[in-house]
């Protein structure tokens, strides 16, 4: 359809300002726009729809023709449209417009605002103040001196206060942080010309608060504190008066209008964040505790946005009265004890106590973070056990309220709500997230007072403990657990203080851990641990309802974990031989509860307990000829693939663990009789394994897998042990390893296998490098270089993972960073991998992480072998190649859009000129260095890496220092030259801001000035006519 047929004439539009024309063209224009916006229009004729409106947009004077369509029109598409159309003329043809044009639609934009002000609605009012605010961006106050005049004016009356606050918070949107097309000085400009208004701004505004006037009018209360949050955003503490303050909290506790008191509480969080906070804090606190004082009195009557805002602001309020630390803080701890006060009051739990929880946590670990530091800084020392000892109070009166809080007999039909099933991304309930906030909190307060904190959770434990063993006691069981209600709480609460009594089992090690209280504590907890083991095995054996059998389960898991938290303690009882019997009894005692719970038919989570603390007793107590106890020897010819991976990973690492680990305060290690264990144990796991016969066949691939992935877990737990432990292993292994060598050519067209094998090897070299010694890396290093032709490369690089190139290419890098022949050897090897990967690693195909790997290689190939590429050789020719090539890869690498690729990179850059000194070197600053920096300046104009810019910088500063002199002569006017939308006068300009001052902090200031000045110019003239341009 021809769009004229509808009657939108471009020569009557453009042309054309007679009224009787206007009406016509008018109506035309609606017709196109609701043609564009409705549902049903084809999409190529909404392409050609709008074209032919763009086409209008360019023509010269159709900004007159959008401001008597705003007059006249109606139609919000219409509105929108010559509103959009303004705004692009002031942004991007502003230059081009006469004096008296400028002066034309200023005014008539604003006199049109001040007609309409009733009648237009938000977002049209909003896109006017805008595009009025956009023409002061760029000339007030030069050509625009009465732009405040006008604000103040619309404020001080009350017709036109809200228009005056809507021009007051778009100035401060647009002008403190305005966009790309402005220049660095024009930036600094308006922020200075804007923060000397904030005086009488202030002024005016603190007028209204004494009006009570403006707190009827909830539309003009709302916009004023939506002003005062973005102002408070920038504008320093010491332009805000105390009555704005005073206001603020005024607002923020009317209760009744909870809309606007949160806007309230929003603009003093804003101020906190900045902590442009006014110097007198202490009227911050006091004023705080009224607010929770009001707020308490009907909290319940409180909606969860408002009181989400309030913890939100009490925990940077408290925060930042911690982090000050001065001895006049004489409200502190009533303001601790006004939001002890909130904190168990609140009405729900999943979210408010929640969150009023992590206030807590935050400044819990804050104290104890600070404790240890300053205990080094002697002058420090009492200013902060002085003021943990002024709020101890406060916080054992917490650690109580928590307890009290968080038990099911106290608060049954509170925490009966809370979400128990469904989980967040980390696989958390509401309820367990809960639970575990609130008793980590109690254990970092036990941190400060252990003794009272040990004592308050132990007393509630050893009594809720007795009342379990009661239900035992009873000659009936079943009846004794009728009261499912009452005998569920106490399940659950002896759960949860199970979690807190394992939690405190720090407070009981040290070097005071044969004092009392501490050591009978720990004794009876573990005592009772075992205890509760048995009993809460029988319970199983019992027909029970679904709840009661889940409460049980739960209760053992906890037990099981609380125990592992405790087999840190155990060690302990090695030192003393008054207490190796007892060591032995609870040895005995968590062996025998744990081993049956591995069997098949056990519940899942109770065999991963196990397996984890299995895991634990053998790593830390290490008890003595374990391997000879009946339930070890049991799991030694046990098949364990009924357990989940991870747990039969944790099972064999810690039957591992019985024969590689030393015994405390035993001279006889017995390391010829643990070799031959450990030998028979790994060839037991891994006889299938070497059994493979050395062809390729896909029905092997799941047992390869399944066995190196074993191994490789076994490997890294010994990565810190001694080099006894590590010899045994690497003897043990030998046969593995040797398979696994020979298996690789066979399986390297196989991404899986070839990557699973390729990672074995590299756990192996970064475990027992030392152990396997230099001939086997060699070999080894050798044999995968073999196996991995140029079309082998090619298949691992189009391989989604990196088809184990990603691991070889890690094996080279640790090999490289050896010293030694076999490193040495290997090194022309390895830079010809690199230089056949250096192009085609760049691909956007290729997994980011065999880029990070390929780069990381290069970078230490450079810092390790750096006098292979220069040395007096007749070869030194070829070497400068491949060290310009390798170079030059990493430049190229400069444009990927990885991120932490282009990290690495630049960082990688950095060392090598601090190990090396590479920017000076003659090779690097004739062939590489204009290269460099034109391509970190481009990048810096294009903003593709924004979020490491400063790096940038940093970078483009240590190469520009090299040689000052040839940059600011040569390199800038150059580069400058190589921009063909600039002039001659903005050349100029760019080359006289850049300040020649040599320091860092002013060099990078000017390397951002001028790549600010280049968007900001180019962004200009690709807007206007090439003659202007030309001619400016």
């Not at 000339?139 to 103040?152: A, E, G, K």
Request: aromatic share 10%; hydrophobic share 45%; net charge negative.
């Amino acid at each position: 359809m021809n769009l004229l047929a509808i009657g939108f004439k471009p020569q009557l539009l453009f042309i054309s300002l007679e009224i009787n024309f206007l009406h016509n063209e008018l109506n035309a224009l609606e017709q196109l726009l609701n043609q564009f916006f409705d549902v049903k229009t084809a999409n190529d004729k909404r392409q050609e729809i709008q074209k032919f409106l763009s086409n209008f947009q360019t023509q010269h004077g159709c900004w007159k023709l959008c401001v008597e369509y705003l007059a006249l029109t109606r139609n919000q598409h219409v509105a929108i449209f010559c509103l959009t159309t303004i705004e692009n003329i002031i942004n991007k043809q502003w230059m081009c417009l006469s004096w008296e044009e400028k002066i034309q639609l200023k005014s008539m934009l604003y006199d049109y605002l001040l007609r309409n002000q009733k009648a237009l609605t938000m977002c049209i009012k909003s896109k006017l103040v805008k595009s009025i605010v956009d023409i002061a961006r760029l000339d007030w106050p030069h050509y625009y001196p009465d732009f405040f005049t006008n604000i103040f004016q619309l404020l001080e009356k009350s017709d036109t206060r809200f228009l005056g606050l809507l021009f007051m918070l778009i100035t401060s949107e647009e002008l403190i942080a305005p966009r790309e097309d402005l220049s660095v000085d024009r930036k600094i400009e308006l922020q200075k010309l804007l923060l000397a208004q904030m005086p009488d701004v202030f002024a005016i505004l603190s007028g209204f608060l004494s009006n009570e006037t403006i707190l009827s009018d909830v539309q003009d209360c709302s916009l004023l504190l939506r002003v005062f949050t973005h102002l408070f955003s920038w504008v320093p503490a010491t332009h805000v008066p105390h009555t704005v303050i005073n206001f603020l909290f005024k607002i923020g506790s009317k209760t009744d209008k909870q809309d606007i008191a949160l806007l309230a509480i929003n603009t003093l969080n804003e101020m906190l964040y900045r902590h442009s906070v006014p110097p007198n804090r202490n009227e911050i606190v006091n004023h705080t505790m009224n607010l929770l004082q009001t707020l308490l009195s009907s909290i319940t009557k409180l909606e969860e946005c408002y009181l989400e805002k309030i913890t939100e602001y009490l925990r940077l309020v408290l925060g930042m009265e911690l982090c000050q630390n001065t001895e006049k803080q004489e409200n502190l701890t009533s303001l601790l004890f006004a939001t002890l006060s909130f904190t168990i009051q609140q009405p729900t739990f999943e979210f408010g106590f929640f969150k009023c929880l992590e206030i807590w946590m935050h400044l819990l670990e804050y104290s104890n973070s600070k404790k240890y530091v300053w205990l080094k800084i002697n002058c420090m020392v009492f200013i902060i056990i002085h003021n943990f000892l002024r709020y101890q109070e406060v916080f054992i009166s917490l650690a109580q309220h928590i307890l009290k809080k968080i038990q099911f007999q106290e608060n049954r039909m509170e925490m009966i709500k809370i979400n128990n099933f469904i989980t967040d991304e980390e696989d958390v309930s509401s309820w367990n997230a809960i639970l575990k906030t609130s008793v980590n909190i109690i254990a970092v307060i036990a941190d400060f007072q252990s003794n009272e904190i040990l004592q308050l959770v132990f007393e509630q434990w050893v009594q809720l403990c007795g009342l379990y063993g009661h239900i035992f006691q009873a000659d009936n069981f079943s009846a004794a657990i009728q009261d499912h209600i009452l005998i569920h709480s106490l399940l659950i609460d002896l759960s949860t203080l199970t979690q807190a009594v394992g939690l405190l089992y720090p407070q009981c090690t040290g070097e005071s851990w044969k004092e009392e209280p501490k050591f009978t504590i720990a004794r009876l907890s573990v005592q009772h641990l075992l205890t509760l083991q048995e009993l809460t095995k029988k319970a199983q054996c019992h027909s029970l309802p679904v709840n009661i059998k889940l409460a049980f389960q739960n209760l053992h898991a906890e037990v099981l974990a609380s125990l592992k938290s405790w087999c840190y303690w155990l060690p302990l009882l090695h030192t003393e031989v008054s207490t190796k019997s007892i060591l032995n009894d609870y040895v005995t005692g968590i062996l025998n509860g744990c081993i049956p719970l591995l069997n098949p038919g056990s519940p899942t989570v109770l065999q991963h307990c196990s397996a984890h603390l299995l895991s634990t007793i053998t790593s830390t107590v290490r008890p003595y000829c374990f391997w000879n106890q009946e339930g070890i020897k049991f799991l030694f010819s046990s098949n364990l693939d009924h357990l989940q991976k991870e747990d039969r990973y944790l099972i064999q690492g810690s039957l591992v663990n019985c024969l590689i680990l030393k015994w405390p305060n035993i001279e006889d290690q017995m390391w010829d009789h643990r070799l031959k264990l450990l030998t028979s144990y790994i060839d037991q796991l891994t006889s299938s394994f070497t059994a493979l016969p050395l062809q390729f066949n896909l029905q092997f691939k799941p047992l390869i897998i399944t066995t190196l992935q074993t191994l490789q877990y076994i490997i890294m737990l010994y990565k810190s042990e001694g080099t006894k432990s590590k010899k045994l292993l690497c003897v043990a292994f030998q046969k593995s390893v040797d398979h696994s060598l020979a298996l690789f050519p066979v399986y390297v067209r196989d991404p899986e296998v070839n990557q699973e094998i390729l990672q074995f090897f590299l756990i192996l070299l970064e475990c027992l490098q030392q152990q396997v010694g230099v001939a086997f890396t060699q070999v080894t290093v050798q044999t995968f270089m073999d196996a991995y032709t140029r079309q082998q490369l090619q298949v691992s690089l189009a391989h989604e993972n990196g088809g184990g190139l990603q691991q070889l290419l890690q094996i080279l890098d640790l090999v490289v960073q050896t010293p030694g022949l076999s490193a040495s050897k290997l090194t022309p090897m390895t830079v010809n991998l690199c230089l056949q990967l250096s192009e085609p690693i760049l691909a956007p195909a290729v997994s980011p992480t065999v880029q990070e790997s390929l780069f990381q290689l290069v970078y230490n190939i450079l810092v390790h072998k750096w006098h292979y590429f220069f040395k007096t050789t007749l070869e030194a020719d070829l070497r400068r190649k491949e060290f310009l090539q390798l170079m030059k890869s990493i430049g190229q690498s400069l444009f990927l859009q990885n991120i932490d690729l282009f990290r690495q990179n630049l960082k990688n850059l950095e060392r090598l000129n601090l190990k090396w000194n590479l920017y000076c070197k003659e090779v690097f600053k004739k062939d590489l260095h204009t290269e460099f920096l034109k391509a970190l300046l481009n990048i810096l104009i294009s903003k593709s890496h924004s979020l490491v810019k400063e790096e940038i910088a940093v970078v483009i500063y240590n190469l520009i220092i090299v040689d000052t002199d040839e940059f600011f002569n040569s390199f800038l006017p150059n580069y400058l030259d190589s921009f063909d939308g600039l002039n001659t006068t903005q050349k100029t300009i760019l080359l006289d801001n850049f300040s020649r001052e040599p320091d860092m902090p002013s060099m990078t200031q000017n390397i951002f000035r001028l790549t600010n000045d280049l968007i900001c110019y180019q962004l200009c003239n690709s807007t206007l006519p090439l003659d202007i341009v030309k001619s400016n």
